[in-house]
């Protein structure tokens, strides 16, 4: 009976926050920017599901309290979540291909930025 280990799993983007996918070396510049920007698109997506759902949520059989608001806030955060990582919205289609733009043009006018982000993936 063979038992992998448990740490052999592949990293993924989507697993990490923000914070700690920046500094990921393993993780590639087209994949952070992709997640960067369904991340983005899912914050957008909170917000503005959060404002369609106040007349709902504002209705006399909803009930009141900090149990309502925090459940509404839950509710909310996982249909921006689920829409997100579906990729109907299309919003962070757009932004990941504006920014990947806008990261060739930096490193094709900053020679030293291409080599550093070279040298990073080859870690």
């Keep these: ?24 070396q393993s993780i ?47 509710i909310t955060q996982e249909l921006a979540d689920r829409i997100s990582r579906g990729g109907s919205f299309g919003f962070a289609n757009v932004l990941e291909k504006q920014l990947s733009h806008q990261l060739i043009s930096k490193k094709a006018e900053d020679p030293a930025l291409e080599a550093t982000a070279q040298a990073g993936n080859k870690l």
């Design 1 to 24: 009976m063979e038992i992998s280990s448990l740490n052999t799993h592949e990293v993924r983007a989507a697993d990490l926050p923000l914070d700690k996918l920046a500094a990921n």
């Design 28 to 74: 590639s510049e087209k994949d952070k920017i992709a997640e960067v920007s369904r991340q983005f698109e899912s914050v957008l997506l909170r917000q503005i599901l959060a404002q369609a759902q106040k007349p709902l949520f504002d209705a006399p059989l909803a009930g009141s309290g900090s149990s309502s608001a925090i459940y509404q806030d839950m």
